[in-house]
Nanobody, 119 residues
């Protein structure tokens, strides 16, 4: 079982920056990747940044060059640095851990943190 708690969301003006944090607790037998998803309008949650166990990263949905995913392995934390924020980045952001628990492959989700980009 893995518990995830996101923080760092809030209201920011266009062009501004925010840093999201995700604190992880619990254990997992083998980690596939950690990721940030976001949910704008509608029910879909879209992966926007992903980091693998070897440190390789991927970015999706036009956030590349503006967002940076990173992790602090020693302290079980995942981060998302968001720069040059745009109104279309307004969303609820979720931290996800994907891996093998010993009996199944699954994803664990946090509760989300809200980011609003508006002047």
């Amino acid at each position: 079982q893995v518990d995830l708690v996101e923080s760092g969301g809030g209201l920011v003006q266009p062009g501004g920056s925010l840093r999201l944090s995700c604190a992880a607790s619990g254990t997992i037998q083998r980690l596939n990747f950690m990721a940030w998803y976001r949910q704008r309008s509608g029910p879909e949650r879209d992966m926007i940044a992903q980091i693998f166990g070897d440190g390789n990263t991927n970015y999706f949905d036009s956030v590349g060059g503006r967002f940076t995913i990173s992790r602090d392995i020693a302290n079980n934390k995942l981060y998302l640095q968001m720069d040059n924020l745009k109104p279309e980045d307004t969303a609820t952001y979720y931290c996800v851990v994907n891996g093998f628990t010993g009996s199944e492959f699954r994803a664990f989700w946090g509760q989300g943190t809200r980011v609003t980009v508006s002047s």
